[in-house]
């Protein structure tokens, strides 16, 4: 989709949108509204939803050579690799043809399944906004609880209304919606960590990582996880000896089915909380893409009291 067929069409390159619906006619309307502008637009679209949705909307929208349906569990898999698999389709495209999404999010029925897949919702703003992409997020009022209606509104730029397209007035950038309660950020434990270890150097590497191991193999998280947990964590504690301050922290909490381990230098910080995830800047010299790719989830802060605080989870 180029920019002026994007102009025409009273969207910008991007966008990103969401859908609050009370009613079945409601959700039809809307979806029906959007996929016939991304046909219209020459763009591929994709309706996606739970089993019993995808069927409801094929009956009323029909079928089209663009037009293709898909269900949401086999397509959102967790957060972080659905948001890395979207870029590596548009990636893939350069761009040729604008992707038309729209549908439900999975966001379960517990409150840290819901909290992760609200970052995600904040995070296709970043990661995405590069690339021809148009998402309409529909969220049922009817049966979501008050604390994801209230995410959504902040994680989406703009709201469909009455059929009236407008910017949401709730909207978060992501830097700031991910230091907000809503977005429910992964914390370390309270209890006491079960490992401590300072490195004052890269030759405390090898060591840092066989107790690192030791303890997490104690975890009932699988061991493919923990190996790519204990990757992400190297590539962040190598990242704080060589461009933060000694002593680089190593703090990690063992719980029976969740490994949390936090790494703090006393550098300078990282300016931008959200390096990582864009597909097409430089890894620079934190590898914090690959470590993204690797590990349930990264938080990135800068204490008040300087240097800089990356907490990873793997669950």
Known sequence: MTALAAHESGRDVFSHDLLLHDSDLALVQGTRAFVQEGLGSGGSVLVHSTESQVAMLHRALGSHPRLTYGLDQDLYQSP????????RVLEDSSGSTALWATGTVPLGEQRAAQDAWARYESLVNEALGPYAFHGLCTYDTRVLPAHVIAAAKATHPHMDTGGERRPSPDYQHPAGFLATPLAGAPRPPSAAPTLVMNLLGVRDLVQGRHHLRRVMESSAVPSPVVGDLLTATNEVLTNGLRHGAPPVRL???????????RVTDRGSGIGDPLSGYRYAEPPGPMGLRAARHLCGEILISNPPGGGCSVVLTAP
């Open 251 to 261: 703090e990690v909490w063992v719980q029976p089915a969740k490994v949390t381990c």
């Open 80 to 87: 972080i690799a659905t948001l890395f698999h979207y870029q």
